[in-house]
């Protein structure tokens, strides 16, 4: 359920506002210093040990509103993962529809007296709102068997699997409730201290792997996909079909006994055939599925995109936002929200406007959730700023990764300070770069720690918020073009104010560049990352700006010595042993730089994100034929070397990396080619293009 956000006028104004459509009433977002003080709750001040920043939770809106709004709020984030389905009180079952504020529950309800009837409920929720005490967080999610039991405990720190993954993944053969009240009754008997064999039988009587999805094949899918008579290099000609050609061998459809029984079950139903990253992870992921949709739209599989997103806007409905992945343990998180510009994309290519037309509403609904859940509010030069961060507040360990977590953990000396581990931990999953230095916060600021120094929600990413401001503005221009004015307008002073914001808070003049920034330091994060340059990817800079800085960009990307690898963009140049830092290139990473500078325009910037890609490019094709493989990380040391580090072995599929290489392979189809000396450049059909698309470029 949403809260209302406040409206100019206080709450009579808010009142009088609740019956109004939800398309004409749209969310001011104010960004004040608002200095209520909560006693407790996720992100209180003195939990983070902010000093001039409080959190979204502080400055929420709703807290300005009568209690009934206040209660609402807590409600919503108390069962922040199933908050969208129909609710029981008592034996009658009340219709939720689908987490929304009070205005779209009266608008969608049939009756006033079903509205009533709805409404009542808030007695009971206020009485389950105060058994929630303020200081406490919820679990992962709302099955105990996957995120938070004695179960989970035991099994996943008994190892009876190496990779912590496979546990969440089972399913039960019984009812939660007798499986739990089963394990125990082991535990009763073992005195609390079950042997790994006992705890391996009773996982192996009471659950079951496999099972949930069906190897899918794309109805959309073409051997011979027309782009791959636009490439000129015969080896990557063939390598961009051999790619297309992976495809069905990752997609997957959820099978009907998951919609039947979805209790029984870690994986969240979604309706449409999907295409899996690769490997150990089989089900949708919410940022994978950008690189991926670019490359099937390359690929001519239109259909199959649409579903994506369907399958996205489907999780958002169910949980209030898009979680991390298909699975309930992922439920309490994000990651870097990219649903709009899938749409974007997928609008551009196919000029599908009644697909727009019908989830717009929920493209916003998205937006209005990282509004009201992830703000951080906090002075710099003066002036108080407000900016988006990775904020994924509930207890406890990750379930997929339950060991390493609770194992780390271990070291630190009191609960508030564990509590807080697993927020950054969590926070960081949130962010997609999980993990990287990018994150740690040394005793001096440094980011040379290791994980038992990540303070995530520290710090304001350049990527997240540079992602927001394109996706506000691009909600900006998707209502203009269903010819809603006054949203168009809303969305686009929102998307000003970031760009805005992003310039006065993330803009390192003296560098020339752009930096994450330490809230609680008041400093620069002054290291190398390749999300330094996002706002050029996600065009969240204007095109005036961008002319007088570019010679400064590229000098800076120069000295940072990020480009100096033969096997791609480094992570970071901290060899800190986590996956998402020095040696690994992540192709979403290596895409982000190479459409940042073509973004930045000038012809040395073109030229230098040519560079890049063909060297990219030629890394994953000398890695596909050394493996027959695509993988999701590979190693900058060595071209086409695959990459490691983390807490999971390196996985092949895969589908970000199959996308990147599909764009920069169709980006540069006229010129780019496997190998320095390659007799295909002859081929005279080709320069006809070639000439008239580098003229094109010079201009
Ligand atoms: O199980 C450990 C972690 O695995 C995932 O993260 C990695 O794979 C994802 C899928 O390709 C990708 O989106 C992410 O960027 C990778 O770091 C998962 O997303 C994590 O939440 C999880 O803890």
Known sequence: MRCLPLIDGGEDAQKENIFMPPLIRKVRFHFPSFPYKKKGGKGKRTKLGLRDAHSSDETRNCFHLTPVFCVVVVFHRASRDNSCEDVKAGSTTVKCYGCMDLAEIRHRCSSLEEYVAYIMLVPTILALATLISADELPPSCNRPVYCNSDLLHYVQTSRIYTDSKTFVDLHLKNDENKTLADFNELLEKTNRNPSKEQIKNFVDEYFQSGNEIEVWKPTDHNDNPPFLAEIRDKTLRKFAQDINSIWPTLGRKVKPIV?????????????NGFIIPGGRFTEIYYWDAYWILEGLLICGMEDTAR??????????????????????????????????????????????????????????????????????????DGKSHTLLRYYAPSTGPRPESYYEDYTLAQQFENEERQKEFYVDIKSAAESGWDFSSRWFIGPNGENTGNLSTIHTTKIIPVDLNSIFANALQNIAYFQGLLHHGRQAAHWAYLAKQWRTTIEDVL???????????????????????????????????????????APRIISYLRDSQGLDFP????????????QWDYPNAWPPLVSVTVNALRALGTREAKQIAFDIAQKWVRACLKGFTDNKQMFEKYDVEQPGRIGGGGEYTVQAGFGWSNGVVLEM???????????????????????????????????
């Open 665 to 699: 392979i169709k980006n540069y189809a006229y010129k780019m080619t496997a190998s320095d000396s390659n007799p295909e450049l002859s081929d005279e059909s080709f320069s006809e293009i070639e000439l008239s698309v580098e003229s094109v470029e010079a201009n």
């Open 307 to 380: 579903g994506m997103i369907d399958n996205l806007i489907q999780l958002l409905k169910k949980l209030g936002h898009i979680p991390n992945g298909s699975r309930v343990y992922y439920a309490q998180r994000s990651q870097p929200p990219l649903l709009t510009a899938m749409v974007s994309l997928y609008v551009q290519k196919t000029k599908d406007l009644a697909f727009l037309k019908a989830n717009i509403e929920a493209l916003e609904y998205e937006l209005e959730y990282w509004l009201e859940t992830q703000t951080i509010t906090f002075e710099k």
């Open 507 to 549: 803009w390192d003049n003296e560098d020339g560049i752009w930096y994450d920034y330490n809230v609680e330091s008041g400093e620069y994060r002054k290291y190398f990352y390749p999300s330094n340059v996002a706002p050029l990817w996600m065009e969240a800079v204007d095109r005036k700006l961008l002319m007088e800085r």
């Open 259 to 271: 919609f039947e029984k979805p209790d029984l079950y870690s994986f969240i139903p979604i309706s």
């Open 567 to 578: 096997g791609g963009i480094p992570s970071s140049l901290v060899k800190s042993g986590e």
